[in-house]
């Protein structure tokens, strides 16, 4: 038995994921607004799978606005950390119980909290990350992914509602990787996202000349390092675990990587949000003030960062 009702929150990855759940013959509804609620009504979710060089579309119910009394099995929240925040109040009022926050997030306890304190109804939540990306164009979204994966995770030990999302996903190839402790899991897959497109940003993207920049590119590794390190010392674990382990006996790989990477056509189809980044920034100074470790690379970067931020910010 499938799900009778899935709604999904969208940002560029939720299109894979709404695709994948309706495939597997899941009623799926999709929320989105202004000019995109009316591509998505007309020509549903169109997506252009980059590896599998395939085109797929896909008719989904759009709504525009969820209200309170409108009860669904899971509601996924496909966001931009920085966005989660304006979409709180809505899932709290809204009287389903399990519920997916899915994206980069370093307030996964307390949007929990939040969450729970003010619903009417129990929530359940979880939190995940899908492993793949993308760029949206005029008519498409570009997808870049190898096989659906999604990393994801409870709180409070072990997932309240894991057959449920069993269930959704069992006719489709898409893979669960559940983990114990996912706040760990989003804490430490916040720092190479930092140190990468902190960088990336404030070199305007300009990848191919990243990769020809040696220095560059070591500054990015030691400043991940110092990332790691902060949050050693808070306690966290750092997972997955080899990140460390390469990062520090196998520089010299994870440089070859960072330089055939830069190189590569598909960073000209990751688009990154400098929006998201500065809050991201935001949070992990907060975490580093209380840490006894120097991160000199990382600062340089931040502030390298901060000002071609305010840059941005001020253009728009």
């Known amino acids: 038995m499938l799900c009778e009702n899935i709604s999904l929150w969208r940002r560029r990855v939720g299109h894979y994921l709404a695709h994948v759940l309706a495939r597997g013959g899941n009623e799926v509804t999709v929320l ?38 409108e009860l ?5 929240v496909v966001m ?27 307030d996964a306890h307390e949007m929990q909290n939040d969450l729970q304190k003010n619903s ?43 057959p449920l999302l069993e269930k959704a996903f069992e006719k489709v190839k898409y893979k669960l990787d559940y983990q114990e402790d996912m706040d ?16 990336s940003i404030t070199s305007d993207n300009q990848f191919k000349k990243m990769a020809k920049n040696k220095k560059l590119l070591m500054q990015m590794i030691t ?13 966290y674990t750092i997972i997955p675990a080899n990140q460390v382990k390469f990062i520090r006996n196998y520089r010299g790989m994870v440089y070859s990587f960072l330089k055939i990477y830069h190189m ?18 935001n949070k992990f100074t907060i975490l580093k003030q209380k840490s006894n470790v120097m991160t000199p690379h990382l600062d340089e970067i931040a502030q390298q960062f901060n000002t071609k931020f305010a840059e941005i910010a001020k253009q728009n």
């Not at 304006?86 to 809204?94: H, T, Y």
């Not at 939190?127 to 999604?150: A, P, T, Y």
């Not at 590569?264 to 920034?281: C, H, N, R, V």
């Open 32 to 69: 989105a607004r202004g000019k995109r609620y009316e591509e998505l009504t007309k020509d549903g979710i169109v997506i252009r799978h980059y590896f599998q060089r395939k085109t797929t579309v896909d008719k989904v119910r759009v709504i525009h606005h969820l209200s309170s009394e």
């Open 72 to 76: 669904y099995d899971l509601i996924f």
């Open 120 to 162: 009417a109804v129990k929530k359940n939540i979880a939190f995940g990350f899908q492993l793949s990306g993308g760029r949206r164009e005029v008519d498409r979204m570009i997808c870049i992914r190898g096989g659906g994966h999604m990393v994801l995770g409870s709180l409070e030990g072990e997932l309240s509602f894991k």
């Open 184 to 199: 760990a899991w989003l804490k430490s897959h916040i720092v190479p996202i930092l140190a990468m497109n902190a960088i």
């Open 80 to 106: 931009k950390y920085n966005d989660f925040p304006l979409v709180l109040p809505i899932l709290a009022q809204n009287q389903s119980s399990h519920i997916v926050l899915v994206g980069n997030n370093a």
């Open 264 to 281: 590569s056509p598909i960073t000209k189809l990751i688009d990154g949000s400098p929006y998201e980044i500065a809050a991201l920034m």
């Open 223 to 235: 400043a991940i390092d110092e990332g790691f390190k902060v949050l050693e010392s808070l306690g």
